[in-house]
């Protein structure tokens, strides 16, 4: 499976999976069936429980349209609006577990995902044909709209060791000692992790110092040096967010 490196924002690089083109199309007939499912309900509701259908009658074929227009539009903007309601995600990928970000570290913003769903238009032409090769052809599985918005579809299978994500193990009896960190994001604990286990690598102290200064600063704390070095600072940081966010293995 190809890998994409995105920098982030604090210039650190992090490696994920991109999505497979099979991936994509599963969660695309996903998110069909859904809007499928709507409009089927829709219809029964208004022209079979409801019995609604005397209310087009003696209407024009441009008001009918209209109508029929209004009952689905929810079908049209499912995907910007699930994508920008879900931070890139519809159902279709959830359960792929699949998701769009932006390739240049930052959060994908509804601009992006509205630039997606206008170059559906052209993606999904000639029955998709189009979206699918250039995906292909492109370097991160990107479609038309991805390479329009600057944006990619990643995969969130955990694949990898515990030790390279945000994860960490907690005990079921853990006490966690710092309620700030509810403050952080799962982006800045990653970045702190990653630049964390680099710098154990490598014993450099001068990393854990800074990096601890930094959660310090951010957090607004005042550790005491003699009860809880820096490095078991960072490791109870860690932990804390795990606990706190809910985060499980």
Do not use: C
């Amino acid at each position: 499976m190809s890998q994409i490196a995105i920098n982030t924002s604090q210039n650190v690089n992090i490696n994920f999976n991109i999505a497979s083109v099979g991936e994509r199309m599963l969660a695309f007939i996903i998110d069909l069936l859904i809007k499928v499912a709507y409009v089927i309900l829709v219809f029964y509701l208004f022209f079979n429980i409801l019995d609604l259908g005397y209310l087009l009658r003696g209407l024009d074929q441009w008001s009918v349209i209209a109508v029929y227009i209004v009952i689905t539009f929810p079908v049209y903007v499912y995907p910007v609006v699930l994508e920008s309601l879900m931070e890139g995600q519809t159902p279709g990928k959830k359960l792929m577990k699949i998701k769009v970000v932006k390739i240049d570290g930052y959060q994908a913003s509804f601009g992006d995902y509205l630039i997606r769903w206008v170059f559906r238009l052209i993606d999904t032409s000639f029955v998709g044909s189009i979206g699918v090769i250039s995906m292909i052809v492109s370097k991160n599985n990107q479609r038309l709209g991805d390479l329009a918005s600057g944006t990619a579809v990643i995969s969130l299978k955990n694949n990898i060791n515990i030790s390279h994500t945000i994860l960490e193990n907690i005990h079921e009896d853990y006490v966690p000692s710092f309620p700030q960190v509810i403050a952080l994001t799962d982006n800045d604990m990653r970045i702190i992790k990653d630049n964390y286990t680099k710098a154990l690598k490598v014993d450099d102290r001068q990393i854990i110092s800074k990096l601890s200064d930094k959660i310090k600063s951010i957090l607004k704390l005042e550790i005491d040096p003699t009860k809880m070095t820096e490095r078991q600072f960072i490791s109870v940081v860690i932990k804390d967010y795990n606990y706190y966010t809910g985060k499980d293995n």
